[in-house]
């Protein structure tokens, strides 16, 4: 990283090689490679949090997304615990929100990201883990474990005394001591307006496509759906062929999954590549 580095020369003494790995005179290239087959693998953009204004995501300090908690529960963690923003103190009352950027018609993204609910179970117990003392409470709209094992998992966050409470969060405000105060739909009990007090609110970001790689087929033209997804030539049959023949995609760059379904559409996506060029080298 050249804008960081101090040019000591320590990467470079540290790991010497013939030719050398670490080149400071590099610059960019672009490189132009004829290919038989391209599968397109270019993952997901996380939902940017500041776009939901009534949560103060970069305003409030104690209002974090999931991806700075899963840095602080890290092995790795700065200073190996979990500390607020605002104080350095360890929070004791932790608030997730789910579905932020998912299933919202505002923000263009009325599709479930599938992952959120997981994550945030995941990382709740691995909290309770860390800050035995703390209370943990996940707002949701519909808790959405359909993999395997995922509603045992679901089951045993709850036997674990995090509390689930079903409902949409209407905003956050902040008190003087950084404090958060989280206002809420609460649905099983008549829908009506709460207030509840938190510490530290965690909002559970979705995923957003990368809209830019359908513009990167210049002669033919990369069908994607209303979101901005890959579209898949026949979702049940074949579901990493894309609409250009030679291209196929795996992964998130179909849509919202997790890892292991991402695993698997890599594995379709390789096979399916290797049969096609079988097929096209046969023929010549």
């Given at each position: 990283?050249?804008?960081?580095?101090?040019?000591c020369?320590?990467?470079?003494?540290?790991?010497?090689?013939?030719p050398?790995?670490?080149?400071?005179?590099?610059?960019?290239?672009?490189?132009?490679?004829?290919?038989g087959?391209?599968?397109?693998?270019?993952?997901?953009?996380?939902?940017?949090?500041?776009?939901?204004?009534?949560?103060?995501?970069?305003?409030?300090?104690?209002?974090?997304?999931?991806?700075?908690?899963?840095?602080?529960?890290?092995?790795?963690?700065?200073?190996?615990?979990?500390?607020?923003?605002?104080?350095?103190?360890?929070?004791?009352?932790?608030?997730?929100?789910?579905?932020?950027?998912?299933?919202?018609?505002?923000?263009?993204?009325?599709?479930?990201?599938?992952?959120?609910?997981?994550?945030?179970?995941?990382?709740?117990?691995?909290i309770?883990?860390?800050?035995?003392?703390?209370?943990?409470?996940?707002?949701?709209i519909?808790?959405?474990?359909?993999?395997?094992?995922?509603?045992?998992?679901?089951?045993?966050?709850?036997?674990m005394?995090?509390?689930?409470?079903?409902?949409?969060?209407?905003?956050?405000?902040?008190?003087?001591?950084?404090?958060?105060?989280?206002?809420?739909?609460?649905?099983?009990?008549?829908?009506?307006?709460?207030?509840?007090?938190?510490?530290?609110?965690?909002?559970?970001?979705?995923?957003?496509?990368?809209?830019?790689?359908?513009?990167?087929?210049?002669?033919?033209?990369?069908?994607?759906?209303?979101?901005?997804?890959?579209?898949?030539?026949?979702?049940?049959?074949?579901?990493?062929?894309?609409?250009?023949?030679?291209?196929?995609?795996?992964?998130?760059?179909?849509?919202?999954?997790?890892?292991p379904?991402?695993?698997?559409?890599?594995?379709?996506?390789?096979?399916?590549?290797?049969?096609?060029?079988?097929?096209?080298?046969?023929?010549?």
């Amino acid at each position: 990283d050249l804008d960081h580095c101090i040019y000591c020369g320590q990467c470079e003494r540290a790991c010497p090689t013939e030719p050398p790995s670490i080149d400071f005179t590099q610059v960019p290239k672009i490189h132009h490679l004829k290919v038989g087959a391209i599968i397109v693998a270019t993952g997901f953009h996380l939902f940017d949090a500041r776009l939901k204004e009534n949560y103060h995501f970069g305003e409030y300090p104690n209002v974090i997304h999931a991806m700075h908690m899963d840095r602080l529960l890290a092995p790795t963690r700065p200073y190996h615990a979990i500390l607020r923003p605002s104080d350095g103190k360890e929070p004791n009352n932790i608030a997730y929100i789910l579905c932020v950027g998912s299933r919202d018609k505002t923000v263009n993204n009325p599709n479930c990201s599938q992952i959120c609910c997981m994550y945030s179970i995941k990382q709740a117990q691995l909290i309770m883990g860390a800050l035995p003392l703390a209370d943990v409470t996940i707002y949701y709209i519909d808790i959405r474990a359909f993999g395997k094992a995922f509603e045992e998992f679901y089951q045993q966050a709850k036997d674990m005394g995090i509390m689930f409470v079903k409902g949409r969060v209407a905003k956050i405000e902040q008190k003087e001591n950084g404090d958060l105060i989280v206002w809420y739909e609460d649905i099983e009990n008549g829908g009506k307006l709460c207030k509840a007090e938190h510490d530290l609110v965690v909002l559970s970001v979705g995923l957003l496509p990368d809209k830019e790689i359908a513009n990167v087929f210049k002669d033919q033209k990369l069908e994607v759906d209303d979101v901005g997804w890959i579209k898949s030539a026949d979702e049940n049959a074949n579901p990493v062929e894309t609409s250009i023949r030679g291209v196929f995609a795996a992964g998130t760059a179909l849509g919202p999954k997790d890892i292991p379904d991402s695993v698997i559409e890599g594995g379709a996506a390789a096979m399916q590549c290797a049969a096609y060029l079988s097929e096209v080298r046969g023929r010549h």
